[in-house]
């Protein structure tokens, strides 16, 4: 491609699509299937829409000669399979479920819409060639849609229509500050969890010591001492001495030895489960409000916040191979 067309292609790339996949049955009835966002509905009464392939596509033939396709909206969690159908160095129907439409053709499962339709006219048009088809079947889901926008894949987040109205006071935070916020979620979550701690007899520190075994058994002494001072928590020897006579902890240590370790006891793990339990009902009614697809959306954007020193104390944050959010896309696939 060269430099003009690339930049058209992307000015073209501006304008945010859904992505579908369209399927066929080819001429040796072997089951076909390509990556589309060039989809658009047309009309209502009769129910059509359209879609454009490239010439150059090895599928061209088979979709010139089909007299059916089906086109599925694909949903939030199907990028990848948006990524298998845009290629055709393997099959991507060898590992996808799939029922079976008018003549056979297959129809992908789990997708938020889908259109079994009639190949109706096809247009001429430049490099590609436009289908319209006549819808003779459908299916919708409440699925949120796959977005694709510029060579990336994203999620819908609506537009928020209610301004937050607050007074602005030099000497507070506001609602209009991020730590504010977050704040106020992060004291709502674990308000029942801070009252049964204290309902366990258990101060700060003793909580602080059990956390941070939690994370990870066996931690030096020195660390907990040290980390537990950095969040604000007195962590000291009578702490540890104290959390091991209730039965919580045991140490394997030698006064004074650097390499000296605490670990949870039983009833020191099954302690710390049922507060985690008590944290993630917390959770669930705190998030209940927002749907699924943002609360996925507020994860991975705190996620990419949460990046700490190296002895934060804080185990390392998973890395994922290939950033749901903004997964690029191979710039030869893809249309604009
Ligand atoms: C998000 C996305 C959207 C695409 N949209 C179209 C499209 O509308 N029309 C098209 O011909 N190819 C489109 N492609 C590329 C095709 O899926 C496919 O890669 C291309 O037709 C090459 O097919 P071939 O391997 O059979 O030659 C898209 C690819 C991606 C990843």
């Known amino acids: 491609m060269n430099d003009e067309k690339r930049v058209l292609r992307n000015a073209l790339g501006a304008f945010a699509t859904g992505v579908t996949i369209v399927t066929t049955k080819t001429l040796n009835g072997s089951d076909l299937g390509r990556t589309a966002n060039s989809f658009s509905s047309v009309s209502l009464d009769p129910p059509l829409i359209l879609w454009s392939l490239s010439k150059t596509s090895s599928s061209f033939e088979s979709f010139k000669q089909a007299a059916y396709f089906a086109v599925h909206i694909l949903s939030a969690d199907q990028d990848s399979l948006s990524g298998a159908f845009a290629s055709s160095s393997a099959n991507p129907f060898d590992t996808v479920a799939v029922e079976r439409g008018h003549d056979g053709i297959p129809l992908i499962e789990q997708c938020s819409a889908r259109?079994?339709?009639?190949?109706?006219?096809?247009?001429?048009?430049?490099?590609?060639?436009?289908?319209?088809?006549?819808?003779?079947?459908?299916?919708?889901?409440?699925?949120?849609?796959?977005?694709?926008?510029?060579?990336?894949?994203?999620?819908?987040?609506?537009?928020?229509?209610?301004?937050?109205?607050?007074?602005?006071?030099?000497?507070?935070?506001?609602?209009?500050?991020?730590?504010?916020?977050?704040?106020?979620?992060?004291?709502?979550?674990?308000?029942?969890?801070?009252?049964?701690?204290?309902?366990?007899?258990?101060?700060?520190?003793?909580?602080?010591?059990?956390?941070?075994?939690?994370?990870?058994?066996?931690?030096?002494?020195?660390?907990?001492?040290?980390?537990?001072?950095?969040?604000?928590?007195?962590?000291?020897?009578?702490?540890?001495?104290?959390?091991?006579?209730?039965?919580?902890?045991?140490?394997?240590?030698?006064?004074?030895?650097?390499?000296?370790?605490?670990?949870?006891?039983?009833?020191?793990?099954?302690?710390?489960?049922?507060?985690?339990?008590?944290?993630?009902?917390?959770?669930?009614?705190?998030?209940?409000?927002?749907?699924?697809?943002?609360?996925?959306?507020?994860?991975?954007?705190?996620?990419?916040?949460?990046?700490?020193?190296?002895?934060s104390g804080w185990p390392p944050m998973p890395s994922r191979a290939g950033d749901e959010f903004v997964a690029a896309v191979k710039d030869e696939g893809a249309e604009p």
């Not at 006071?169 to 701690?197: C, G, H, N, T």
């Open 115 to 311: 259109f079994e339709c009639k190949t109706t006219y096809q247009y001429e048009g430049g490099d590609h060639i436009i289908f319209v088809g006549e819808i003779i079947g459908f299916q919708h889901s409440a699925t949120p849609p796959l977005l694709f926008h510029g060579g990336r894949y994203g999620r819908l987040v609506s537009h928020q229509q209610d301004e937050l109205a607050f007074a602005r006071r030099a000497e507070s935070l506001s609602p209009e500050d991020f730590i504010y916020l977050v704040s106020r979620v992060f004291y709502r979550i674990r308000e029942e969890a801070v009252a049964e701690r204290k309902r366990r007899g258990w101060s700060g520190a003793d909580y602080a010591v059990l956390t941070l075994l939690g994370h990870q058994d066996g931690r030096a002494l020195e660390d907990i001492y040290r980390i537990g001072r950095a969040r604000g928590d007195e962590v000291g020897r009578d702490t540890l001495e104290d959390l091991k006579s209730r039965g919580f902890i045991k140490l394997d240590d030698t006064p004074g030895d650097a390499s000296s370790r605490a670990w949870l006891t039983h009833d020191g793990r099954r302690a710390m489960i049922e507060i985690v339990a008590l944290l993630k009902s917390s959770e669930a009614q705190c998030l209940a409000p927002i749907d699924d697809n943002e609360v996925r959306i507020l994860k991975q954007l705190l996620g990419k916040l949460a990046i700490d020193g190296a002895d």
